[in-house]
């Protein structure tokens, strides 16, 4: 084995035995996620889908994709910048008005279009700012969301994700959340979920990951990667294939799959909507605090 890969093993000993794992025992790896899965109360598989708002750009195709969306029987989540947010304010409450739910995040716009790379790139990361910036940041946009939408979020994700999941970083965020009497946060990579489950509470609040690839499953199932990145080793049928591969390993076991995209990197992109489509044919629908509440609810019961 090449030597940068066992210093990466080293590094992340925790995603370095989920890969090996997944890779050589697989049916009792998903089996064991599935399990934890019904632990919380889930009974069948389930999908979250929720969009990064990041630029001005993603105001112009929102709705429309939106519809594209809600036609197939899938009500989106919505993550925007409170700078973003206000001047979208009319797209973002024809959506609000259709059901969705708006979670915080956070009130500075954190993206900027460089002009000689051409595509956009992102600022603001919370770990490179001070603790009392980045609190701020998070009750501006919670301030923000109530006047813009007139929505008490009570859900959390934060900028640039899984830049800012270290233990400690959960903790301090979560503490923040609980003083906003939010119900989650949606802000770890998967191998949280993995380790974890779907929904767990180690940091003093239900903390939701993302999924992952079934090609990788430390690396995030996302749009970026398969439909923007500029050096992108994937494409449209990869995300497609990854969905279709996800579904058969689900079957009909107790899962949630939660993705996240940017319109973007999508609104435009026929094999997203495909893929979306065959979720919404094998999976059901939910949003974040419906979730939340569901899992309370069984666990209250059990």
């Not at 001047?87 to 716009?109: P, Q």
């Not at 830049?163 to 802000?187: V, W």
């Not at 999924?211 to 500029?230: G, Q, R, V, Y």
């Amino acid at each position: 084995m090449p030597v940068h890969k066992i210093l990466s093993a080293l590094k992340n000993p925790k995603q370095t035995s989920i890969k090996i794992q997944a890779k050589y025992a697989p049916e009792r790896f998903y089996e064991s996620y599935s399990s934890k899965c019904k632990n919380t109360g889930i009974t069948e598989p389930l999908f979250i889908l929720s969009f990064d708002c990041d630029t001005e750009k993603d105001i112009t195709v929102a709705w429309d994709m939106h519809s594209q969306l809600m036609d197939m029987g899938i009500q989106s989540v919505y993550a925007v910048p409170g700078e973003l947010l206000q001047k979208g304010e009319k797209t973002y409450k024809k959506i609000l008005d259709s059901g969705s739910e708006f979670i915080n995040h956070g009130y500075k716009d954190h993206t900027y279009f460089d002009q000689n790379l051409g595509y956009q790139r992102s600022c603001f990361f919370y770990d490179q700012q001070t603790k009392d910036i980045a609190e701020n940041d998070i009750r501006r946009g919670h301030e923000n969301l109530e006047k813009v939408l007139g929505v008490s979020a009570k859900g959390w994700r934060t900028p640039h994700f899984g830049t800012f999941e270290k233990p400690a970083d959960l903790q301090f965020l979560h503490g923040i959340l609980n003083d906003l009497n939010y119900n989650f946060s949606t802000s770890s990579k998967p191998h949280y979920g993995w380790s974890h489950g779907p929904i767990f509470n180690d940091y003093g609040l239900k903390e939701i990951p993302v999924t992952a690839m079934t090609k990788n499953p430390t690396a995030i199932l996302d749009s970026w990667a398969f439909f923007e990145a500029p050096d992108k080793i994937y494409d449209g049928s990869d995300y497609l294939n990854e969905v279709q591969n996800l579904t058969n390993i689900i079957s009909n076991r107790p899962w949630l799959i939660n993705l996240y995209a940017d319109p973007l990197h999508i609104y435009d992109k026929p094999d997203f909507f495909k893929a979306m489509k065959h979720l919404a044919n094998h999976t059901k629908s939910i949003q974040f605090n419906d979730f939340t509440i569901m899992t309370e609810q069984q666990k209250n019961a059990a």
